[in-house]
C-alpha cells in the first residue's frame, strides 16, 4: 500500500508527503532524517493520510494536495 500524508510540525505548518511505510515515514521525520523542510520544524505530528494502490497515485494526489491553501488543507484534514 502506498499513502499519501499530511504532517502537522511544531511551529502549526503543514508538511505533505507520500511514502509505503507510513509509520516509519513519521517516525524517520521525528528523528530529524526526514525532508529537509521538517527538520527545523519537530516534532511533527500525523494529521491526515490516504491509501492508495500505487505508487503513481500517491505521487499524484501530493502533488494535488501541495496546490491546496491552507484554508482547503484544514477543511481536507477535518479542522
Known amino acids: 500500500?502506498?499513502?499519501?500524508y499530511i504532517l502537522e510540525c511544531s511551529d502549526g505548518t503543514?508538511?505533505?508527503g507520500w511514502t509505503n511505510n507510513l509509520e516509519k515515514r513519521v517516525r524517520t521525520h521525528n528523528e530529524g532524517?526526514?525532508?529537509?523542510?521538517t527538520r527545523a520544524r519537530l516534532p511533527v505530528k500525523l494529521v491526515y493520510f490516504e491509501e492508495h494502490e500505487t505508487k503513481e497515485?500517491?505521487?499524484s494526489?501530493?502533488?494535488h494536495?501541495?496546490?491546496?491553501?491552507?484554508?482547503?488543507?484544514e477543511q481536507?484534514?477535518?479542522e
Open 1 to 4: 500500500m502506498n499513502y499519501t
Open 14 to 16: 503543514f508538511y505533505c
Open 33 to 37: 532524517k526526514g525532508g529537509k523542510y
Open 57 to 59: 497515485e500517491a505521487m
Open 61 to 63: 494526489r501530493e502533488w
Open 65 to 73: 494536495i501541495k496546490r491546496l491553501s491552507r484554508k482547503e488543507k
Open 76 to 78: 481536507l484534514i477535518g
